[in-house]
């Protein structure tokens, strides 16, 4: 374990996270697992992650489509070594603290100029690094404020209560073997709150009482 142990995971709802060898593993390391709502990947900061990640892998793509993966190494390096808007510098800095070199024969130029060893000791002026993670988190609240601010004008504010019966969207998919058409079929389906977890997501059941998910209030209507 490379970082330590996290105190908290948050993941979708796949299969793998749910599995009893992934739950042991949680409570092994005293991890607090929590899920995103059905079909809500904005709920996960790594979704935005894999949106940037998608997003470059396109601009290498070939018609054939076949060597996407060759590019990760280089596109991972970039979205690590790259200023990053609500935090002022880049997430390698933040980590490490220092500025990533991605060559080795940056090391001769650095040593001729003494940068490596200005580097090293401002690394371990602990002021200094503390100064940096307090404006990046000062950055980071700002901008989470804002993108508050935005959402919260295309909101709408609703609540449910548990034991309450709602609709909630049917996310099932087309299916070929069953002869099932998402096309025809309801856009929602009749269902009942188990649990309110947070302001906006919500544990619902079917109406025989077994558990259907954690959805979005996006996703639930009256």
């Known amino acids: 374990m490379a970082y330590g142990a996290p105190e908290t995971v948050v993941s979708d709802n796949g299969s793998q996270f749910r599995s009893h060898a992934f739950r042991k593993l949680m409570q092994q390391y005293g991890i607090t697992h929590t899920f995103t709502a059905v079909h809500s990947p904005q709920a996960n900061a790594s979704e935005r992650v894999n949106r940037s990640v998608i997003a470059a892998i396109r601009a290498y793509l070939r018609p054939d489509q076949k060597d996407w993966d060759e590019h990760l190494n280089r596109i991972c390096c970039a979205l ?78 609703v609540s449910f209560a548990e034991g309450q019966e709602v609709y909630r969207r049917s996310f099932k998919q087309s299916c070929f073997q069953t002869g099932y058409s998402a096309k025809f079929g309801p856009s929602f389906v009749k269902s009942r709150v188990r649990k309110k977890l947070g302001s906006a997501y919500y544990e619902l059941e079917d109406l025989q009482g077994r558990l259907i998910g954690t959805y979005h209030a996006k996703d639930i209507r009256q």
Not at 95 to 112: A, E
Not at 134 to 149: D, G, T, V, Y
């Open 80 to 157: 690590r070594s790259s200023v990053h808007s609500s935090l002022g510098t880049s997430p390698y800095y933040m980590v490490f603290g220092q500025h990533m070199i991605t060559s080795g024969s940056t090391y001769s130029l650095l040593r001729k100029l003494n940068l490596l060893d200005d580097r090293s000791l401002k690394f371990n002026r602990q002021d200094s690094f503390e100064i940096v993670r307090e404006k990046a988190s000062k950055r980071m609240q700002e901008q989470h404020a804002e993108n508050e601010k935005r959402y919260n004008l295309r909101s709408r504010n």
